[in-house]
């Protein structure tokens, strides 16, 4: 089996169109929402489950119980009171609202949303006359609010913007929603009408404003995100006491960003804004940045699981090609922006490449986060371990957990996109959609068996006319098309198949791609994968763990000549293993995002290679 040589730094990518600035403002795609999309997948329908059952059960019971986290809002209440945790631990508790409202919108349960208006009477309870919102500095000294710009007080305001919309809009209650208008409202006065500089040392707001904005159509909330974005790089900041500037992209305004560096989740958050802003307002003069900085990630600081991030001590980014995978830090909130920050490319864009970028990403990066049950954690996601690396049930810095928790639920916004005239599909997950193209209905079902074989398949369920256009994955070398059981002509766009017809109602539309077993060669100039090769089928980085090659793990090699066979068992949720063999030696590998699930051992995702 010869390598598959990519040129990125540790796997993927041919870009199939150019990166150039856009000139209009309107987005080529419309993202189809989860909650028009329902999820049928003997995948992914488990995810879903286990987050309902598991994963927010474990948020509600560490928030409640076993952290300080809702006391220090039943302390700010009463304005007296010790505050509990780290300073921006509110986060957490908004980001578990967030997960519960969209587990909500398919998993309905009276009882929950009781328990999450009993959480929103407390942060009503604990915000200030003025609109100020924030448990740590209301226990700690009101009189030090907003003097330090890394206290994180607007990234937790933006994540209770994003939960009071996501409640809102799940349950049509709007108490928490005013909450978080009030202390928006408190900010801009504070800053942007008083022309006040600051600077958030962790980006989140600018996002949560711009939804804001498309929630209530009020213009000043994305003026205010735009003026949070051109505070940046122009020496308004006291952020260089902790990192330096470049660990919160503080060094030159954001429009003239070319190379990434800093914090990887912060970068991700930021980039998510800029876009966000930019689909409003034109000639900012963001996308041209974004354009040079996806290309500056993925070309050679990102992972082959679609992580970022490699420093342990800023959880960001190193030098290009600085890869190690026994240190990789890949934090799994940053596998998340990814996810975001691909999607909004793809929406400006149109093109498939982006969604590659997310679909690894989710598939390798994300998921790798959660145990298969969805009760433990991975905060950081080395692609090597001796052993001694396991997930948690939470953690003193709980961003990842309750970031997955309201990420899972969420996975059908990233299925389906409409335009004008066009039907696109990008992750092939079984699910029904409702969907909006022109100013026709469109509903769809989605049946497939990925991501263990390639085979998809979509009904049309009432007539549409125009074009479907589905993404051709860039592991796919080939793939064949029909509709009706019959070939059908096509036409490659920007990594996508477009067939346009007359859509009738019980028109079945399939696409095969088959998932051939690669070797993944990285770039030359990633040193720490020299002389070794990643194996990936599908979408899936899969890797060796001791426990499936007990005598042989520290001997384990490949090469061309080894042949493999895929195997399908019931053992971690129902995998493919692959099972390769060479001469007398055998080796067992299973998906990259399963590992850590049974008992402790040694594992690698880059493998000797044998010329």
Known sequence: MKPFIISVAAAILCCTASCTAETTQQKAITQVGFENVKIQDAFWSPYLENNALHTIPVCIDQIENQTGRIRNFENAAKRKGQHSGIFFDDSDVYKAVEGVAYSLINHPDAELEKHMDEWIDKFAAAQLEDGYINTFYTLTGLENRWTDMDKHEMYCAGHLLEGAIAYYKATGKDKLLQVAIRMVDYMMETFMLADRHWVPGHEEIELALCKLYALNGEKKYLEFAHWLLEQRGRGYSNLAQSYGLKHYQDVVPVKDLREIHGHAVRAMYLFCGMADVASYIPDTGYMEALDSLWLNVTGGHMYVTGGIGVAYRTEGFSEPYDLPNYEAYCETCASIGMVLWNHRMNEWKGDAQYVNVLERSLYNGVLAGISLQGDRFFYVNPLASHGNHHRQ???????????????????????????????????????????????????????????????SRLTFENKMKGQLRLRIPDWAENFTLSVNDEPVAYQTERGYAVVERRWKEGDVVEINTPMKVKAVAADPRVKADEGQRAIQRGPLVYCAEQVDNTDTFQEIAISEKTEWQTVPVEELGGITRLVGSEKEQTVNLIPYYAWDNREACEMRVWLPWRE
Do not use: H
Request: charged share 20%; aromatic share 12%; hydrophobic share 35%.
């Open 393 to 455: 049930a939470w953690y003193g810095c709980a961003c990842c957990p309750s970031n997955v928790c309201r990420f899972i639920p969420s996975v059908g916004n990233y299925i389906y996109g409409t335009s004008r005239d066009a039907l696109w599909v990008n992750l092939y997950i079984g699910s029904e959609a409702t969907c909006k193209v022109g100013r026709k209905e469109v509903k769809v079902k989605m049946e497939t068996e990925m991501p263990w074989q390639g085979t």
